[in-house]
């Protein structure tokens, strides 16, 4: 299991960019390398939804609600996988999270709060 902290979120107006980071700092490379990783977010009375992943050699995946505006990427030596989200608008505005693909339970992070504001 990986212990991961996102950072990055932040305000941003309809039309911005943000790019979130999600770092195992603690893991040992292999263990990290050994895992797809997703980006989730939870809007006020949603569930949680997952908006992107991504496998080791880079083959990523997008809900629809993302594509083409989302990029998800890794930078495996460095544990880290990053969301760059641009063309943000109201319905970007979550808690972003990071976990593993299938979820464990036990690597929710404090997540990192987007809020998309005119």
């Known amino acids: 299991q990986l212990q991961l902290v996102e950072s990055g979120g932040g305000l941003v107006q309809p039309g911005g960019s943000l790019r979130l980071s999600c770092v195992a700092s603690?893991?040992?490379?292999?263990?990290?390398?050994?895992?797809?990783i997703g980006w989730y977010r939870q809007a006020p009375g949603k569930q949680r939804e997952l908006v992107a992943s991504?496998?080791?050699?880079?083959?990523?995946n997008y809900a629809d609600s993302v594509k083409g505006r989302f990029t998800i990427s890794r930078h495996n030596s460095k544990k880290t996988v990053y969301l760059q989200m641009s063309g943000l608008n109201a319905e970007d505005t979550a808690v972003y999270y990071c976990?593993?693909?299938?979820?464990?339970?036990?690597?929710w992070g404090q997540g990192t709060q987007v809020t998309v504001f005119s």
């Open positions: 976990n593993t693909i299938p979820i464990s339970s036990n690597s």
């Open positions: 603690r893991a040992i490379l292999s263990t990290f390398n050994a895992y797809v």
């Open positions: 991504v496998t080791y050699n880079g083959v990523t």
